[in-house]
Structures are given as structure tokens and as C-alpha cells.
């Protein structure tokens, strides 16, 4: 192996896995040492297993991508940690709050680079609106909505991943909201829950209401549906000076005067290959914007919160 390259194992070929595998393996800080599944074998030609033990206990492996499901991230990360290796995983961090906990314990006790999937962790429109707060451009922030339209739960492209589906680890709050919850605490800081109702159908939830604030008292309200119409995801910031809002994962638009206004962004959009390479450089001891294991944990504990 190139040493100027880090070797890589892969645990997970569902929808993610497939996908971060196709660009690991075109990208040239990483070379794919092992994959291993299960159910699935690796797309391409990648060498394979179906034991996740082989990649943990692989010498030549360096760093391990996690998309398997969710109650077995905590398993996989920390003997990965603990065999010395980074980690990127998937999110959500985990489903049982304890096994969250040890997560971010252990990378801490052992100094272990670790790192979680947040889409909106390198978005261009993440990363001008946390521009625009820090320059005060926004002026005071006096709520944040997040509204999400969901036309089928599971979507299409997740149909094959049965957890999806279900209650114990799937969801649109898991799936979906945790993005938004994410970068609401990165921009604005921890939150609570005032207030949450959440319905179910027969599998999970069908629609979810919620109040939370931030530290400084900032009221953050949250509302998802499974229901008809288009597919849609809404982030908006209101602020005494500008209000931003993101759609589409990543259009942002700016809010002055009578209307809104879209914004041009410079850079890349911010995606998986952004991501990955953000991941080397933590690899290698630089910062990096992605999220870590304890900006997943607190995510994770409101979004259990309000499932209970």
C-alpha cells in the first residue's frame, strides 16, 4: 500500500455504503482494503467478507466506514477504535442512548479520530449561513423552523434496508430530522425539548410536532409528515437582520425586505466526496468541519427524547 494513502474497510453495503464505496474507491487518499456484508457483496470487485470481525481485525486497515444499522454501530466503532483505527460512521450515532455514550467515551479515552455522516456538516448553504451569524450579519436569531413532507416512508431508495421501516432504529426523525437538529446545535448550540407529539403508524412515526429551545432561549420548531404531496425538506433561520432558509439540501435562500432572494454559492455544494476527503484530513490530525461522535450523541438524545 501507498503509504501516502489510507487503507480503508468498509462495513455496510445497503444504499450508503454502496454509494461512499464507489467514491473511496476513485479517490486518491484512500485505498479500499476489505468490505464486508452480510447480505450483499461488494459492487465492482471489491474485496469482500460477510464478517465485519475480519475488517476490525484487518493489520492493513487504517480507518473504517460504517453504514450497517444503526444498533450496530456502537459494536463495530469501538473495537475498530480500540484496534486503533478512525472512524466514519453513519448516522444516526446509535439507537440505545448507553452505547451513544461509550461511543464518545472511548474516542475520548483513547484519542480516536472519529467522525459522523451529517450531510449538512460541509454544505456550501451550511456554511454561509454560519458565516452570516458569526459576521452578525443575521442580527439577533429569533427561532429556526424545520418542516419536512415525506409523499412514502420508507423512500424509495431506501425500500431494500428493512430498519428503515421500523420503529426500533428507523424513522424519519433518525433519518431525516437528525440532519437538521444537527446543524441547529452546530450553529446555535445544544438543545431541549419543551414540548413533542409524535404519532405512529404501523410501522413508525407518521407525523411528529416539536418545540425545543437552545441555550439562550432560541425556540426551535419541528414538524414532519407522511402525507400527500411533494417531497420536501425546509431549514429556515429567522434573524432582526437577514433570514436564511435552506431547501433541497442544499439551495439557500436569504430573506431581506418583501421577499426571498436565492443566494449564489461559491465551492463545492459539500457532498460525499467532500465528506470522505474531509474524513482523510482528520485522518491525518487536521481540522476538519465534519461532525464528531459527541455532536452525534447530543443529536441522538433529543431525537430519542422525543420518541419517548
Sequence with gaps: MNQQTIGLGVIGLGAMGSEMLGIAADHPEFEVMLTADPARRAPGGAPHTPDARRVLDHPDIDAVYI??????????AVQAMKAGKAVFCEKPLAIDLDEGAEMVSVAAELGAVNALNFVLSD???????????????????LGVDIRLLFPEWPRAFQREADWVAGREQGGFLREVASH??????????????SHAQIAYGPTTESAASALLTTGDGVPVRMSGQVAAGPESYEWTLYGSGASYRITEWGRLLKGEGSGWQ???????????????????RAVRGEPTTLADFAAGLRVQRVIEGLHQ
Excluded at 67 to 74: E, I, N
Excluded at 123 to 141: D, F, H, I
Excluded at 262 to 280: C, I, N, Q, S, Y
Design 123 to 141: 454544505r456550501a448553504a451550511a456554511l454561509e449561513v454560519g458565516r452570516a451569524l458569526s459576521t452578525e450579519e443575521a442580527g439577533t436569531v
Design 180 to 193: 437538521y437538529l444537527f446543524l441547529t446545535d452546530r450553529l446555535l448550540g445544544p438543545l431541549t425539548r
Design 262 to 280: 436565492e443566494v449564489t454559492l461559491d465551492g463545492p455544494r459539500g457532498d460525499e466526496r467532500t465528506r470522505l476527503t474531509e474524513f482523510a
Design 67 to 76: 453504514a450497517s444499522p444503526p444498533s450496530t454501530h456502537a459494536g463495530y
